[in-house]
């Protein structure tokens, strides 16, 4: 397998264009006259088996260029409901737009998922969700089954994806990010890239034994793109920068297709929204 890996740091340079943790969305994060735009669908609230008692929001960006006679590509994203706007850090769907376009990006479908919550009455926020931390940070298949067996083929009821895991994606940021990371790990079978932002590959629940693991597991066919910043969270659980540098050392040391982008950001998108563009195109690229 061809392996390619980087470390990225911010220049001197671009520190000094910038104030500490600031970071500025670039032209492909913003709508361009022409393109053609793609359509976000509300799902039905989805009530869960695998997770007893939970509910949660979901919906699903359709590019334009989709045509059930060329099944598409897939990524999912966690904490849906900051991914599937157009204002904002991350204007999913105006980023597709563009990257599918100008043919950087083959007709990918999105889901945008939300945590689940327990009972009838939704939080008033969706990063409150009761059942988001169980879901997100544990070890094992559990998520990966919900997403495979309960979630993805509804999709595929109504649209084309491809078969091939090479055209599987999946994006989170903090516990959203080990949650995607740990769906490649047990099924690279299904899914074989990872957008991960402020990853918290500590002890909230055991995943700080990530870095050990993969330099103590066979190389697995995932394609890994990590950020992180010097002022993320540091508290009980650990250390979020140093984890991440961690993760990063271990997918070095192992040949894994990986890149690090590691700036001087906090506990938040602004740094992976203005990367996210960039970030699409080395997941993605051929």
């Not at 053609?36 to 929001?57: N, W, Y």
């Not at 009972?119 to 969706?126: E, F, H, I, Q, Y």
């Not at 091939?164 to 516990?175: C, H, R």
């Amino acid at each position: 397998m061809l392996t390619r890996c980087c470390f990225t740091l911010l220049t001197t340079l671009s520190l000094t264009a910038l104030a500490l943790g600031e970071y500025s969305l670039g032209p492909l994060s913003q709508i361009t006259p022409g393109v053609p735009q793609g359509k976000v669908l509300p799902m039905p609230v989805h009530e869960s088996k695998i997770f007893p008692g939970t509910k949660r929001d979901w919906w699903l960006y359709v590019p334009a260029q989709y045509s059930a006679d060329k099944p598409a590509n897939l990524m999912v994203f966690q904490d849906g409901h900051d991914y599937v706007g157009i204002k904002g850090a991350w204007r999913v769907p105006v980023v597709f737009d563009n990257l599918i376009a100008s043919g950087e990006m083959a007709p990918t479908i999105a889901i945008f998922i939300n945590p689940g919550h327990l009972g009838d009455t939704k939080p008033a926020s969706a990063w409150k969700n009761n059942n988001r931390g169980k879901e997100y940070n544990s070890l094992g298949d559990t998520y990966a089954r919900f997403l495979l067996e309960e979630i993805i083929p509804q999709v595929q009821k109504d649209y084309r994806l491809t078969d091939d895991p090479e055209g599987w994606a999946l994006a989170g940021a903090s516990s959203g990010a080990i949650c995607a990371f740990t769906v490649a790990w047990e099924r690279p079978d299904r899914f074989r890239k990872v957008f991960s932002t402020i990853g918290s590959f500590v002890n909230l629940a055991g995943g700080h034994v990530y870095p050990s693991l993969i330099r103590l597991t066979d190389r697995k066919p995932l394609r890994i793109y990590l950020q992180d910043g010097s002022h993320d969270l540091d508290n009980p659980y650990g250390n979020w920068p140093l984890a991440n540098q961690q993760m990063a050392k271990a997918l070095e040391f192992m040949h894994y297709d990986y890149t690090f982008t590691f700036g001087d950001g906090a506990h938040n998108s602004n740094h992976g929204g203005s990367v996210f563009p960039e970030a699409m195109k080395w997941l993605w690229r051929k």
